[in-house]
């Protein structure tokens, strides 16, 4: 059964037994992400409980629904492919789940954060909608708001045109995509995190990207293997830095922030100083820096452009 997130931000968890008393926030019905963060210390921050997030209008494919409100899904919108070829497994509590739609995706939100009202400039009915949430119209504007067609909504909810984009047909160009995870600049780390509340760093990538429709994969690894390697040296801003340690697999990911001078710099969801941030390689960085990539246009189309 398809169905689709109808809570501004979903985690995908591990299991329903791994959930902890501090992620309580997070399970209800409409998720309360900004919470939840803030009441975790920075090594709640870094459980491996969560295994990624999902936004607003997602689809899953349900594969079990436990009678103690969880489901298990596979998140079709986020490729794992070490973990399944239709996306990434997980679980999510029932009541952030809704019936699918067809066609999901006409717009994008395109502000940081904006919030979805019962009417144009009337009431809040959903705070919170994050950067890269992808919705439909369901009519023409009025005095600069939208209507959108919104899971678990039978009436139109309503966005200001200023927060909305349409989804490009051309493929973005690295330095849009660096622009808007430059936008993302003291979001605080989270492992699993997709939202401007908290993210990771193969997330801030996945988001980043996700903003134009394109669909990479979640997972740094995944992101390796479906991108396009070059040599050291012809990197340009936006392209991607990844690092591992000898014999081990891929282990982070970040945007190339400038060209390659003197030392290299990144733009990175760093989980040592639980922080995105810009920085210079240096040290073990600098140390365990493999490969560089590029999201070619030739592999965007690959990779599913919505």
């Known amino acids: 059964m398809l169905a689709a997130v109808r809570a501004t931000v979903a985690t995908l968890w591990s299991s329903p037994e791994a959930v902890r008393p501090v992620d309580r926030p997070a399970l209800g019905r409409l998720a309360d992400i900004p919470r939840w963060v803030s009441g975790m210390d920075t090594d709640q921050q870094v459980s491996d409980c969560v295994l990624s997030q999902l936004l607003l209008g997602e689809r899953v494919l349900v594969e079990e629904v436990r009678s103690d409100g969880w489901?298990?899904?596979?998140?079709?919108?986020?490729?794992?492919?070490?973990?399944?070829?239709?996306?990434?497994?997980?679980?999510?509590?029932v009541g952030q789940l809704a019936a699918a739609r067809q066609a999901e995706g006409a717009v994008v939100v395109d502000a940081t954060t904006t919030a979805?009202?019962?009417?144009?400039?009337?009431?809040?009915?959903?705070?919170?909608v994050m950067l890269g949430?992808?919705?439909?119209?369901?009519?023409?504007?009025?005095r600069g708001w939208l209507p959108l067609h919104v899971p678990g909504h039978d009436s139109p909810l309503w966005a200001p045109e200023r927060d909305l984009a349409p989804l490009p047909a051309d493929p973005p160009t690295?330095?849009?995509v660096l622009g808007v995870a430059r936008r993302?600049?003291?979001?605080?780390?989270?492992?699993?995190?997709v939202s401007t509340y908290g993210i990771d760093c193969s997330g801030l990538v996945h988001l980043a990207w996700r903003r134009f429709g394109v669909r990479l994969p979640r997972?740094?690894?995944?992101?390796?293997?479906?991108?396009?390697?070059?040599?050291?040296?012809?990197?340009?801003?936006?392209?991607?830095?990844?690092?591992?340690?000898?014999?081990?697999?891929?282990?982070?990911?970040?945007?190339?922030?400038?060209y390659p001078g003197a030392r290299r710099q990144m733009l990175h969801?760093?989980?040592?100083?639980?922080?995105?941030?810009?920085?210079?390689?240096?040290?073990?960085?600098?140390?365990?820096?493999?490969?560089?990539?590029?999201?070619?246009?030739?592999?965007?189309?690959?990779?599913?452009?919505?």
């Open 133 to 142: 949430t992808r919705l439909s119209p369901a009519g023409a504007a009025e």
């Open 219 to 258: 997972d740094a690894d995944d992101q390796a293997r479906a991108t396009t390697p070059l040599a050291l040296g012809e990197e340009r801003p936006g392209d991607l830095y990844f690092f591992a340690r000898p014999g081990r697999g891929v282990h982070h990911i970040g945007f190339v922030s400038a």
């Open 71 to 93: 489901a298990r899904v596979v998140a079709v919108e986020q490729p794992a492919a070490k973990l399944d070829p239709r996306g990434y497994p997980g679980w999510l509590p």
């Open 116 to 128: 979805l009202r019962d009417r144009p400039d009337g009431g809040v009915v959903l705070a919170g």
């Open 174 to 176: 690295a330095a849009q």
């Open 269 to 306: 969801a760093c989980y040592t100083r639980r922080r995105v941030i810009d920085e210079p390689l240096a040290g073990d960085r600098a140390d365990t820096l493999v490969a560089v990539h590029r999201v070619s246009d030739g592999r965007v189309s690959a990779l599913g452009a919505d």
């Open 184 to 193: 993302l600049h003291d979001v605080v780390y989270v492992w699993g995190g």
